[in-house]
């Protein structure tokens, strides 16, 4: 038996919107990646604000000797103040990142995510029209094997 052409539509269709989900697919493999990079990288100067915080606080802990002169005590407040501008420029730099590297991957992961949903649900949307068609084709086939069926049955005393 021959497909008909609205089959042969649905199955053309189909393989559209297999390739379209394969297309995203392929798409959101870069994305994942660039988030997983960036967010390594978050990481890594997230760890760096910590150890120069970490560093600013033992320093700061840091005694003065006894009979210290002034100039000393005075490049030791000027070391601390670089240390903790050096923590201040550390975690600038850590929300910059944030805000132009990890939003922006975690976006386009998103919307690469969403976009193979859309793809995927178009293709099941096709597969469920061709289970509808073809379950109806059974239906009819089922319907004149039942009507032929009938028709070849002797008639008996009750249908006359």
């Known amino acids: 038996m021959a497909m008909s052409a609205p089959a042969n539509a649905l199955s053309s269709l189909l393989r559209l919107r297999a390739a379209e989900e394969r297309r995203a697919a392929r798409a959101l493999a870069p994305a994942l990646e660039a988030r997983l990079r960036a967010e390594a990288e978050e990481e890594r100067r997230a760890a760096a604000v910590v150890a120069a915080r970490a560093e600013l606080t033992a320093r700061r802990r840091e005694d003065a000797a006894p009979g210290e002169r002034a100039a000393f005590a005075l490049a030791r407040q000027r070391f601390w103040t670089r240390l903790a501008a050096e923590v201040g420029a550390r975690e600038a730099a850590l929300a ?17 995510r969403a976009a193979h949903l859309r793809a995927r649900q178009r293709r099941e949307v096709v597969e469920r029209a061709l289970a509808r068609r073809e379950a109806a084709r059974v239906r009819e086939r089922e319907r004149a094997a039942e009507a032929a069926a009938d028709d070849r049955r002797p008639l008996t005393r009750r249908d006359r």
């Open 96 to 112: 910059a990142w944030r805000a132009r590297e990890v939003d922006t991957s975690r976006r386009a992961e998103a919307a690469a």
